[in-house]
């Protein structure tokens, strides 16, 4: 009950504040020069399912996510079970005699040189995925900013639904080496953005719609969501599984429910953003003149897919110690990104390869990781917040980084490493179990480390700057899972947990670069003292809503 009355608060808050959410926008806005409005009906107050809000996009990313979660299992057994059979077959074994692609997995699959080649093939999935992620995240932000975000959304799902038919017809395949096709299913996914253009479109979404004082709350519900995805996902799936004895079954789910989410885009969601109509005939004109091609360096300039980091260390007047907090908290998160990126797939094949876990029993295992991680988000978070700011009431003169803010970051990371660590010493599947349970507290560091960017530049930037931030974590994901998965594939059944202490030694390096993230920032942005309101300054009423809500949570308690 109380965290229902904590949601059911912010919901009202956020509502009852879309004119001042608004007024952040516009104030911000005005350093620039230009108007990003939030839509609103002028003559009267809009229907509310004709007004941009969380909680009308929160629903379709959930099921977006189940989609996405229940296939995190069936496709690394599904690539298991294609590369043991050619494995197999090599060994002279005949095909037909080797494991059916539609059940469980022979025991015999679960050896050291099948392990590392689908080690192996993983590397190459994660270095497409995070090459085409790097290369269009940052644009898709951006473009985010100008044709709006409910097309950016649409077109992070097209690529995954191409991609389960095309997972589909090679598990059907006959051929032994039909699992050399995989990659190419992940190219298709990669090109149209997938949970990076997702995840960064939702938070600038999120963004239109939520005061700064906010959006910590609201950037957890979506990662709560995201969560919630990777726990009822798994868990159908493996229901599914169980009933049908078929493992594409699950993708047949998967596809039915993109298409669920890209029909709710479609007809039902409204857009977060309109733009000024003088500004638009500003640059139309502008496009149509013979000048606006400008030069061949022009012409490189506007391709550089470097030139979006800009806004991480911006030349606009912005005071030094904003700079440094954004590029900190920007590597922060890059660094969290690198070690979560193919970290469960890790868990995974260690547990099938240590324990002999089954599909069924990794989708469970799954499922609960997901369940602690959305309940972290929707009750531990909420609480932290909430005490933190009843003893420490942030100032309205303060922008930047907070003392929860920093908290919670630091808090997730050394959650992150009490269980990789205990999962390296863990004497049974129980223990195992319980300590990938722990690390389900990390799932808060990067909602929170991402709002806090937000609350360092004005709101007709966040588009970009989260763009920016998804471009650094594609980039350090080309790097982290090829290491993982080479340690492993090198190590396995020799120190297979070699792997896991690499992980806690990232997350060791993050806590430390954490510690110099500035906090109590008094002034604005900007060197001329301007940006106050447009980032982080918790007006009189935020303050007010704020501890209206720490008082009911209390009451609760």
Known sequence: MTVRKQVNSEAASILTNESESTRYADDSNNHDGEESLLLQEENGPARWWKTPSVYLLIPAYLVEN??????????????????????????????????????????????????????????????????????????????????????????????????????????????????????????????????????????????????????????????????????????????????????????????????????????????????????????????????????????????????????????????????????????IEMMIAGCQTNSMTLILLYAEFVYGWSSITANYVVSFNGIGRALALLVILPMIISTIRWFHPRPQTEVGASVTDIFVIQFSIICEMVSFAGMCVAKNSVFFAVFALIGSFGAIGSPTTMSTLTKHVPNDKVGAILGSVAWLQSIWTLFTPILFSSIYAYTVGVHTQAA?????????????????????????LYDSGDGLDGAAGETERDMELEMEMQTEVVENA
């Open 66 to 331: 189940i989609a996405r979660g229940g296939l995190l299992a069936p496709t690394l057994n599904l690539t298991l079970q294609l590369v043991c059979r050619a494995y197999y077959v090599e060994q002279g074994m005949d095909s037909e005699a080797g494991i059916s692609i539609m059940g469980e997995m022979a025991n015999d699959c679960q050896i050291p040189a099948v392990h590392s080649r689908v080690s192996q093939l993983n590397i190459w999935i994660s270095l497409i995925h995070s090459l085409t992620g790097a290369l269009l995240a940052p644009k898709l932000g951006q473009l985010s900013d100008r044709l709006g975000r409910r097309s950016i959304l649409m077109l992070s799902a097209v690529g995954p639904f191409v991609s389960e038919i095309m997972l589909i017809l090679i598990a059907r395949s006959d051929s032994t080496y039909s699992y050399r096709w995989i990659p190419l299913a992940f190219i298709v996914e990669g090109l149209t953005g997938s949970v990076a253009a997702l995840q960064l479109t939702c938070q600038a979404y999120a963004s239109d719609c939520t005061p700064p004082a906010r959006r910590a709350f609201v950037f957890g519900l979506f990662r709560a969501s995201f969560f919630g995805g990777s726990a009822f996902g798994p868990a159908i799936g493996a229901f599914i599984i169980g009933v049908t004895g078929n493992l594409l079954s699950v993708f047949y789910m998967a596809m039915a429910l993109q298409v669920t989410f890209m029909l709710y885009v479609l007809l039902f969601l409204p857009e977060s953003l309109s733009r000024d109509p003088h500004a638009e005939d500003e640059e139309e004109v502008h496009e149509s003149s013979p000048s606006a091609h400008g030069t061949l360096r022009d012409k490189i300039k506007r391709i550089n897919i470097f030139s979006s980091l800009r806004v991480l260390w911006p030349n606009d007047g912005t005071r030094p110690v904003i700079k440094k907090n954004i590029a900190i908290l920007a590597t």
């Open 500 to 524: 896991f202490v690499t992980i806690i030694m990232f997350y060791f390096l993050t806590l430390v670069i954490s510690f110099f993230v500035s906090e109590h920032l008094e002034g604005g």
